[in-house]
C-alpha cells in the first residue's frame, strides 16, 4: 500500500522533467525556458474571446481623463514590447477591485479601484508594464500547458491504480492533485509574477517612466492588502519579495530610463 501511496508523489517530483521534454521556448528579457503545447495564435483567440465575455459583464469606466491616461500609458509600455501582431486593448473598468489584469494576446483591463495606489502616470506604468509583460512571456498559454500536461499525468496515474482497492486510488490521485498543486503549480504562478515583475519593470523604464516608483507603488499595495495566506500556498509572492528583486535589478532599470528618448518622470499625478 505504500508504495501505490508513492506513485503519486514521485510524479509530482518528476513532472517538470515531463514538461521539460515536451519541448522549450525562450522568454524575451529573462531567457528562462518554458514549455509551450498551444501555439500563439490559439492562445490570443483565447484571450479574445474571453476579453469580450469579461466586458460584457461589467461596467466600463466613464471617466474620459482616466481612460486617456489609461490608454497613454498602455501604448507607450506596448511599444516596448515588439509585438506587432497583438492587438493591444486598454480597458478601464468601473470597481472598487485593487487589481487589473492581461490576457493573451494583449487585451488588459484595469480596475479603477487601483488608480488611487498607482497615485501617478508612473504607478500606472509599473502594473501596465508587469500586465504587458505576462502577455509577451505567454505565461497565460505556459499555465494552460502546465495543466494539459497535469490531466494527462493524472490520467497515466489512474491508468497504474487500476487494479488498486478503491481506497487507495482515490487516496493516490488526491495526494497527486495537492503535490502537483503545491510542488508545481504554484510554483510556477509564483515565478511568472517575478519574471512580470522584472520584464515590467525594463518596459516601464524604457518607455521614459521613472522605475523608481516601483517600489513605492508596493509599498503602498502592501499597507492595503490585507491578510495573505502563507507564500508557499499562495500564487503571488509576498511583497517583501518583489520590493527586494525591484532593488536588485533598479540600477539595469535605470540604466534603460536615462537612455530613454523622452522622460515622463511620474507623470501626471492624482
Not at 517538470?16 to 519541448?23: E, K, N
Not at 517575478?194 to 516608483?213: C, K
Not at 536615462?258 to 507623470?267: I, V
Amino acid at each position: 500500500m505504500r508504495r501505490h501511496i508513492l506513485v503519486p508523489m514521485c510524479l509530482a517530483l518528476l513532472f517538470p522533467s515531463l514538461m521539460a521534454a515536451s519541448g522549450c521556448a525562450r522568454v524575451p528579457e529573462t531567457g528562462r525556458r518554458r514549455v509551450l503545447l498551444i501555439s500563439s495564435s490559439q492562445e490570443q483567440a483565447l484571450g479574445a474571446q474571453a476579453f469580450e465575455e469579461i466586458l460584457a459583464e461589467e461596467k466600463i469606466s466613464d471617466d474620459a481623463a482616466m481612460t486617456a491616461m489609461l490608454e497613454r500609458v498602455g501604448r507607450r509600455i506596448a511599444a516596448q514590447a515588439n509585438q506587432p501582431d497583438f492587438e493591444w486593448e486598454f480597458k478601464l473598468i468601473e470597481s472598487p477591485q485593487v487589481n487589473a489584469f492581461c490576457l493573451p494576446g494583449g487585451k488588459i483591463a484595469f480596475y479603477t479601484g487601483i488608480l488611487p495606489i498607482a497615485a501617478n502616470e508612473a504607478g500606472v506604468a509599473v502594473v501596465m508594464g508587469h500586465e504587458v509583460a505576462h502577455a509577451v512571456a505567454r505565461h497565460g498559454g505556459e499555465r494552460l500547458s502546465q495543466r494539459l500536461s497535469m490531466d494527462l499525468v493524472e490520467q497515466l496515474l489512474a491508468v497504474g491504480l487500476r487494479d488498486s482497492s478503491p481506497a487507495v486510488r482515490d487516496g493516490a490521485l488526491q495526494a497527486f492533485g495537492v503535490g502537483a498543486a503545491v510542488g508545481v503549480v504554484l510554483p510556477y504562478s509564483r515565478r511568472h509574477e517575478m519574471e512580470a515583475d522584472h520584464i515590467g519593470l525594463l518596459y516601464t523604464a524604457r518607455a521614459g517612466y521613472d522605475p523608481r516608483e516601483a517600489i513605492p507603488f508596493w509599498e503602498r499595495m502592501a499597507g492595503g492588502a490585507g491578510t495573505r495566506p502563507p507564500e508557499f500556498l499562495s500564487t503571488h509572492p509576498g511583497v517583501e519579495r518583489r520590493i527586494e528583486q525591484l532593488r536588485e535589478l533598479m540600477p539595469e532599470a535605470m540604466e534603460a530610463y536615462e537612455a530613454a528618448p523622452t522622460q515622463y518622470g511620474l507623470g501626471e499625478t492624482w
